[in-house]
């Protein structure tokens, strides 16, 4: 920011310092990967396909697979193929339409999911932990915020929230 100041001091640039430190936050996180989702072989944005099918407790297609995760399609298409081959997620036709599939979790999928749900929030805990829990309040509200006010000029339902 000191280093704008100095070239542009006629300009505002504190929207920038914000942004930044968001982007820089979720370079840090997906670099460090989280390490119970390693630990079974799976990534994060598997994670969140097998989590979404988890939390609604019903079948979805892959377009709101796609739509709760905010993924492409050619991403969660790729990513249930492999979840499939591990026997986590089943994929079944529709009965009235045959181009539409529905997804859910096998036996061994919500197991999977229930198994590494708390190691997997005990270690996001670890991560926050340098912010008392005022502090996360607030930093959830304001990117709660944030992201509401981004979804609405996307034309992204603000219910899809993950």
Not at 65 to 73: D, M
Not at 135 to 155: F, I, K, T, V, Y
Request: charged share 30%.
């Amino acid at each position: 920011m000191r280093q704008w100041q100095a070239v542009r001091p006629d300009i505002d640039t504190g929207p920038m310092e914000v942004i930044g430190r968001i982007n820089r936050c979720a370079a840090l996180l997906q670099q460090a990967e989280d390490a119970p989702l390693r630990r079974v072989g799976l990534t994060r944005p598997e994670f969140d396909l097998l989590g979404a099918l988890r939390r609604t407790g019903h079948e979805l297609t892959p377009g709101e697979l796609a739509r709760e995760t905010f993924s492409s399609g050619a991403a969660v298409t790729k990513r249930l193929k492999q979840l499939q081959e591990r026997g986590l997620v089943d994929r079944r036709a529709d009965t009235r339409d045959r181009r539409v599939s529905h997804v859910g979790l096998t036996d061994a999928g919500r197991d999977l999911v229930d198994s590494i749900l708390p190691d997997q929030l005990a270690y996001e805990t670890v991560v926050l932990a340098g912010l008392d829990e005022d502090g996360q309040s607030q930093l959830s509200a304001l990117l709660g915020d944030l992201l509401g006010q981004l979804e609405g000029r996307l034309g992204l339902s603000p219910g899809f929230r993950g």
